[in-house]
């Protein structure tokens, strides 16, 4: 299902042309505005659409294998934390869902601190092993090779 | 060209899931040092997790008891036919619990169980639920804090290499302006993931992206190290995976948490009706047909074979195990990572409560982190691996440990995800994990021996810049000769370059359009196919915009990770993982002479290939 730009809708901001992994999403200079330079290179992870505030994208289904017809919309709350589907059928049935997206608030992951640098040359990772919740790290029970 | 340099102590390559653990960990260590990560994309949504998931594959549950690393150790062996280097796999399974509580610190919202509310929920043994349609997301917010800096859209092509031969940065371009980028750096970590869109995929025209692992994993990771001259290992392992049919939705939570079953057109398990024959051939002396769970590539393999009697289509009984009640599971698992299924469905129609949908073995992916092993040769941890050292040896293609853990044969270049070999079943967790432990061995190194220092000869990096650009250069020199269209007499645009690419392993190498079986002779006419190529890209690539420069320089990274893949597969006379594929001039399993680890090198400057065995020491019996 390869993405599309409504021209009515879309304000030029950018947001999708800065989110796509595969870089498909580019300015048209006729227009100023994005869409998806290369259908065939899609994934359909639908991070385009879920960037835009403006809902001016959308998505088909590939209409070389897939019947056309549906339709996947969704919104994705930062404030909320939620995240809203809606699936419409070919036939016209309609599906909706919400899912959770993040416990805490957005940017909330301070820089880490440092480490202990006496377990430098240890096998310890950052804030083990109390992280793992047990007490010491563990080794194999009998390091030794049983073949060969 | 505008043309810029920098200056770092670490410099990782790719912000997935193992980059981030890298730069995390490294902080952690390093706390004043610049780190810095890169990617051809924007690591808030880049990678495998780009789009989400709805599980973490990887968490033992030590702390409540619920596995020990022993017996994930004999899990993952038994998955992969017995062939893994035990000493990394035992690493990651000590320290992944530690990376998923952090994740849930962070904000990822994973289940807990409602009766016992220390434990999460298990989709199954190893595997436990989340929410993550913003997985990737919280981990970039995580790396971003960890960083000095984030080069996003900032493609890697070469790694670099000081006059010691040492690692010592890299070089790429930005893929929207074609700024050159320059980065020294003391120590580099590896961790630009996996590699789809070498086979064929089974989604044809406007469909072609829709592959289960995504069109940018564009196998970075094994071609940087291929060309930097690393010892690559367990490449012929390149691996299918069953899935939705169309959608490649995944199988995991069907299969395990709602136990759904998976049929031939009669209604028969399909392991079953195979069972006798895979044990005759593929037990081996570890007893693997035997094993529980079943290993992917024989459950793989029991499905291929009913297809092949003409008793297809295989189907997933959703219908069976999915109500009105609990039909949400179902589509969450679908909406937060794999989207396109759901469309699927609802165009055509499919209510998964009502009726079966039809299940495909996928196209082949080389990849390190999933049910398989691809990837460069790694050190282990010291305290492991030291002792497990083939008497006598010295190269580093053939030990276990040299110094650095995650470190690969090159000095100072470090490996994570699914850039490291031999380590399957790391999934996100492990690779996060993973990352972490290359990223803390990485600061370690710098400590102890101030890593590299950086000297490149100017005309190296001039030489380089000539390269990366030659397709540009090489279009505008002839853009004017014909009338307009893309056929040039001598310019090869990436996506001929990879369809062509794609047609040669699909054929010759196992890949869906040939039953993922192959022979000797098959095999020696394909590479000499791929050797073409190869040499077609050097005389005749062309771009006409810096987004066709990313693609091709992909698929230059592309074509070496599938002639690594065919050297290996040349090499291994055996069927190990007959469902990955099949050799059919040796269709059986062979422990008595290829329960080894097959690795090689390439030296680019005589286009040469060295492939050898090396002995699988087991440390969990
Ligand atoms: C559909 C799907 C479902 C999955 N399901 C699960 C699951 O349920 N649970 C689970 O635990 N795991 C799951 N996985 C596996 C998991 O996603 C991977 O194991 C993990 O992401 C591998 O991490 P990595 O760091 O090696 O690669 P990635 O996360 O893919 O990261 C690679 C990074 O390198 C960058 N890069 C690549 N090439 C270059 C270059 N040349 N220059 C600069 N940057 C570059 C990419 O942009 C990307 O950011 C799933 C994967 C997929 C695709
Ligand atoms: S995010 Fe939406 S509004 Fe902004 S450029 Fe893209 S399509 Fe237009
Ligand atoms: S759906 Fe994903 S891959 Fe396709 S254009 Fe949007 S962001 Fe890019």
Not at chain 2, 337 to 360: G, Y
Not at chain 2, 520 to 531: K, V
Request: charged fraction near 25%; aromatic fraction near 12%.
């Amino acid at each position: 299902m390869p993405t599309f730009v409504y021209t009515s809708r879309c304000v030029g901001c950018g947001d999708c042309v800065d989110i796509c992994p595969n870089d498909l999403m580019h300015f048209n200079p006729k227009n100023r505005k994005p869409y998806n330079i290369e259908p065939e290179g899609c994934w359909e992870c639908l991070n385009c659409v879920k960037v835009c505030n403006r809902s001016a994208i959308e998505v088909r289904g590939y209409a070389d294998f897939v019947p056309m017809g549906a339709a996947i919309d969704v919104l994705r709350d930062e404030k909320r934390n939620m995240v809203f589907w809606r699936i419409k059928y070919r036939n016209g049935k309609i599906k909706e869902f919400s899912f959770p997206i993040r416990t805490k608030p957005w940017g909330s992951i301070k820089r880490p601190k440092a480490a202990d640098p006496a377990q430098l040359r240890s096998e310890f990772l950052s804030d083990e092993p109390d992280i793992i919740g047990i007490k010491d790290l563990k080794v194999p029970s009998a390091p030794r090779e049983v073949s060969k | 060209m505008r043309s810029r340099t920098i200056n770092c102590d670490i410099l990782i390559i790719g912000g997935g899931m193992s980059g981030c653990g890298a730069a995390w960990e490294a902080r952690r260590w390093l706390p004043s040092s610049k780190i810095i990560i890169v990617d051809k994309a924007n690591i808030d949504r880049s990678g495998a997790v780009a789009m989400g998931l709805s599980a973490i594959n990887t968490y033992l549950g030590l702390k409540n008891g619920e596995n020990t690393v022993e017996e994930y150790v004999k899990y993952v062996k038994n998955d992969l036919m017995g062939v893994v280097r035990e000493d990394l796999v035992y690493d990651i399974g000590r320290h992944v619990d530690g990376t998923v509580h952090m994740f849930e610190e962070w904000g990822l919202p994973i289940w807990h169980d409602k009766n016992q509310p220390e434990r999460y929920v298990r989709e199954g043994r190893w595997q436990v639920m989340i929410n993550g349609e913003s997985y990737k997301s919280i981990v970039a917010e995580a790396a971003r804090s960890a960083a000095d800096e984030v080069y996003n859209r900032v493609a890697i092509t070469h790694i670099l290499r000081d006059g010691d031969g040492k690692g010592c940065g890299a070089v790429g371009f930005n893929v929207r302006d074609g700024t050159f980028y320059v980065f020294i750096a003391k120590a580099v970590v590896v961790a630009a993931g996996g590699a789809s869109q070498i086979y064929r995929p089974r989604s044809t025209g406007e469909g072609m992206g829709r592959t289960w692992y995504p069109p940018w994993a564009s196998g970075s990771a094994y071609g940087l190290l291929i060309d930097a001259g690393a010892v690559m290992t367990m490449m012929e392992a390149r691996f299918t995976v069953p899935r939705y049919k169309d959608g490649y939705g995944p199988v995991g939570a069907w299969q395990l948490l709602l136990k759904a079953r998976q049929t031939n057109a009669e209604n028969k398990d399909c392991f079953g009706l195979h069972k006798d024959e895979i044990k005759r051939d593929f037990n081996g002396m570890g007893g693997y047909a035997d094993a529980i769970p079943t290993p992917t590539n024989l459950r793989v393999y029991a499905v291929l074979s009913e297809m092949k009697l003409g008793h297809g289509p295989i189907y997933m009984h959703t219908e069976e195990v999915l109500t009105e009640k609990n039909e949400e599971v179902g589509w969450e698992d679908f909406l937060d990572m794999t989207i396109s299924q759901a469309l699927v469905w609802a165009a055509q129609n499919i209510d998964p409560t009502k009726m079966p949908s039809e299940i495909l073995p996928s196209e082949p992916y080389v990849m390190g982190s999933h049910a398989t092993e691809n990837g460069a040769w790694a050190s282990g941890p010291e305290d492991i691996s030291k002792d497990h050292n083939p008497r006598g040896e010295n190269d580093r293609g053939k030990l276990y440990f040299w110094g650095y853990n995650r470190m690969s044969t090159i000095d100072g270049v470090f490996l994570c995800g699914d850039a490291c070999g031999a380590t399957a079943h790391k999934f996100s967790s492990g690779s996060f994990t993973e990352g972490r432990i290359a990223g803390k061995s990485a600061a370690r190194y710098i400590q102890d021996t101030g890593g590299s220092k950086g000297s490149v000869d100017k005309s190296t990096i001039e030489d380089l810049h000539d390269l990366i650009y030659s397709p540009i250069n090489r279009y505008e020199k002839f853009r004017d000769t014909v009338t307009g269209g893309d056929v040039y007499s001598s310019l090869l645009f990436w996506k001929q370059g990879i369809v062509r690419l794609q047609k040669i392993m699909d054929e010759y190498a196992a890949g869906w359009g040939s039953f993922y079986e192959t022979n000797e002779g098959l095999l020696n006419t394909g590479y000499r196919l791929i050797l073409y190529l190869a040499d077609d890209f050097e005389k005749y690539s062309a771009a006409k915009s810096y987004h066709e420069l990313l693609r091709i320089w992909e698929l230059y990274h592309r074509i070496l990770t599938a002639e690594s893949v065919m050297q290996h597969m040349m090499f291994r006379k055996e069927s190990r993982w007959p469902g990955y594929y099949l050799r059919s001039d040796y269709p059986k399993l062979d422990d008595q002479n290829w329960k080894v680890y097959v690795n090689s090198r390439y030296n680019k400057h005589e286009k040469r290939w060295e492939v050898w065995k090396v002995p699988v020491l087991e440390i969990v019996g």
